[in-house]
């Protein structure tokens, strides 16, 4: 079993910048992969970036690229979003998302909801304009 907890979510002015935490325990860290989503009220989940722990790769939806960064601190077994210049359609839930022993896949894949185990309880982001 692993546990997610996110954390960092809040309201902000536009323009202004969150880092998203999302602690996992419960298995080793570095063979994860792992996904942040979102989710506004009325509209679909998505993928916003997706990383594997052991550094291989990382994928991020065309809406995340540029202001979006993933990052993590496998000592702390913590993965991070960086969210720069943000925007009022930034503002949903966000969750983390992980899949132990995660084998390779493409980032239609890694950025889509289905391949993930285990989920985070989501930590509100509002945008203010």
């Known amino acids: 079993q692993v546990q997610l907890v996110e954390s960092g979510g809040g309201s902000v002015e536009a323009g202004g910048s969150l880092r998203l935490s999302c602690s996992a325990s419960?298995?080793?860290?570095?063979?994860?992969?792992m996904g942040w989503f979102r989710q506004a009220p009325g509209k679909e989940r998505e993928g916003v970036a997706a990383?594997?722990?052991?550094?291989?790769?990382?994928y991020y939806s065309n809406s995340a690229k540029g202001r979006f960064a993933p990052s993590q601190d496998n000592p702390k077994n913590t993965l991070y979003l960086n969210i720069n210049t943000l925007k009022h359609e930034d503002s949903a839930m966000y969750y983390c998302?992980?899949?132990?022993?995660?084998?390779?896949?493409?980032?239609?894949?890694?950025?889509?909801?289905?391949?993930?185990?285990?989920w985070g309880q989501g930590t509100q982001v509002t945008v203010s304009s």
């Open positions: 419960g298995e080793r860290f570095s063979t994860f992969c």
């Open positions: 990383i594997y722990t052991d550094g291989s790769n990382s």
């Open positions: 998302a992980a899949r132990p022993r995660c084998p390779p896949m493409t980032a239609i894949q890694a950025l889509g909801s289905k391949v993930y185990s285990y």
